[in-house]
Each structure stands twice: as structure tokens, then as C-alpha cells.
């Protein structure tokens, strides 16, 4: 599923127009985004959950010099799926 197929189904579930499921859309993005870059942790009950992670500096190879490099910290976004989805995910697996 794309951003675009959300926000057709938004659009069609709610009977809204083209240019307000893109609001509602970039705006759920963006409060999620904001969240994450401040550490923060999102919870959707019977989806899952979204937070990040740090790591920090370290040494590395180039793979094409063999070259020394050192990489800078960073973070990195997660998801943890909930029971509820992986109930449903391995239902419908074990039905088929």
C-alpha cells in the first residue's frame, strides 16, 4: 500500500475531497515524524509501536578501499508489531 491508496481510501471512507485527505495525511505524518525525532514513542493499540533507537560512533571499512572510516552517530526508526497483529497476521497464514 502507497501514501496515495491511503489517502484515496480516506477520502472514499469519509467522503472527503482529494486535497483533505492529503491534509489529514500530512499532518498525521508529520506529528508522528515530530514525535520520533524527540525521542519520543508512538502507540497504536492493536497495531503496534514506533520509536528509536541510538547507536553510537564506531569504526568501519570501506568495502571498495578496505579504507578506514568512521561513522558518525545516528538514529534509527523501529516498529514493534502488537499481539493483536501478529495474532491476525498468523491467522489468516494459518487459514490459507
Do not use: C, W
Not at 520509536?51 to 564506531?58: H, Q
Amino acid at each position: 500500500m502507497r501514501r496515495s491508496d491511503i489517502e484515496r481510501e480516506l477520502s472514499e471512507k469519509f467522503n472527503l475531497q482529494s486535497n483533505q485527505s492529503i491534509q489529514i495525511l500530512d499532518t498525521i505524518i508529520e506529528s508522528m515524524t515530530g514525535v520520533l525525532q524527540e525521542d519520543g514513542r508512538i502507540e497504536i493499540r492493536g497495531f503496534g509501536s514506533f520509536f528509536t533507537k541510538s547507536y553510537g560512533s564506531y569504526g568501519g571499512r570501506n568495502p571498495r578501499t578496505g579504507e578506514y572510516v568512521e561513522v558518525s552517530e545516528k538514529k534509527l526508526p523501529h516498529f514493534r508489531p502488537s499481539k493483536e497483529l501478529l495474532k491476525k497476521l498468523n491467522d489468516n497464514a494459518s487459514n490459507e
